[in-house]
């Protein structure tokens, strides 16, 4: 136990693993990002009208709740590395309840767009909005499982050995969801703000 | 290497609140669109290093990926930025 113990509270380094999928999930995203912004030079004022479609307050209110969640998560990571479980079990429950209110948005941001007609068919720009947030959602619903996963599994650590694996898989599914935050800023920026006007 | 303390946690949230919400100014009131992208596109990458740096712990990744990481974040704001500027200079 003591070993065990020393290894947990020892100088520590994320997974490299997950480090390795962020930089390559994140590169693939600079891809679409280049190429969203390419075609949109070609189609400027088509690109523009249809940016003026999207209601920025709800890509707003999504910022602020992911940020807000992520923060969450990095305080439960941090009890959770101090041996806090207990402490880490609400602040991920904290984090997932503050980050489904992002799926609603979301769900509510969608309809509102087919309800008026507006699908990814409609034109390029939107082609590309469905795309990505979809691509971004499909990654934020993976998120959201991993720390209700988390969340659950924090209740029923009981031995030291366990307590050092569950730290491991917590530093992982933070980063993932800290990612999915950081994708966000850029898709926020990009879709809702530069065209805002 | 050290986690990061509750209280930079804290900063960094209160950090990205504020600076979302003059990003946000920018893109709503500043006249000039050029001024307003380059202010979002600056912001989005300040953004960017503070959960790379707060939340994410960057500093604790290995040395290959956090140099990757941070030129990702400032590569994509920079990117975005010419790709957005260079048609107006051409029209």
Not at chain 1, 159 to 170: E, G, I, K, N, Q
């Amino acid at each position: 136990m003591p070993a065990v113990e020393t290894d947990l509270h020892a100088g520590w380094q994320k997974p490299p693993g997950i480090w390795m999928f962020i930089a390559f999930d994140c590169g693939s995203f600079a891809l679409f990002f280049m190429v969203f912004m390419v075609q949109r030079a070609a189609q400027l004022s088509l690109y523009d009208a249809s940016a003026r479609l999207l209601d920025f307050r709800l890509g707003l209110a999504n910022t602020l709740l992911l940020i807000t969640s992520s923060w969450l998560v990095a305080l439960g990571n941090a009890a959770g590395r101090q041996g806090d479980l207990a402490r880490t079990r609400q602040l991920l429950w904290a984090g997932f309840s503050v980050a489904s209110g992002f799926a609603v948005i979301k769900g509510f941001e969608y309809a509102a767009k087919l309800s008026a007609g507006i699908t990814a068919a409609t034109n390029e720009f939107f082609t590309f909005y469905f795309a990505l947030t979809g691509v971004h959602l499909l990654h934020y619903l993976i998120g959201l499982t991993t720390l209700g996963y988390l969340a659950l599994r924090a209740g029923r650590i009981t031995t030291p050995l366990d307590r050092v694996a569950y730290v491991r898989w917590l530093d992982g599914g933070a980063l993932f969801w800290h990612m999915v935050d950081l994708l966000w800023v850029y898709l926020f920026a990009m879709l809702y703000l530069i065209g805002a006007r | 290497m050290s986690f990061p303390r509750p209280n930079g946690l804290t900063a960094a949230w209160l950090a990205l609140v504020l600076i979302t919400g003059i990003s946000v100014y920018a893109a709503e009131f500043t006249p000039w669109r050029l001024v307003a992208v380059g202010a979002i596109m600056t912001i989005a990458a300040i953004k960017g290093l503070i959960i790379l740096w707060g939340f994410m712990d960057a500093a604790a990744a290995p040395a290959g990926i956090r140099g990757y990481m941070i030129g990702w974040v400032i590569a994509c704001a920079i990117m975005i930025l010419a790709a957005y500027a260079i048609p107006i200079h051409l029209t």
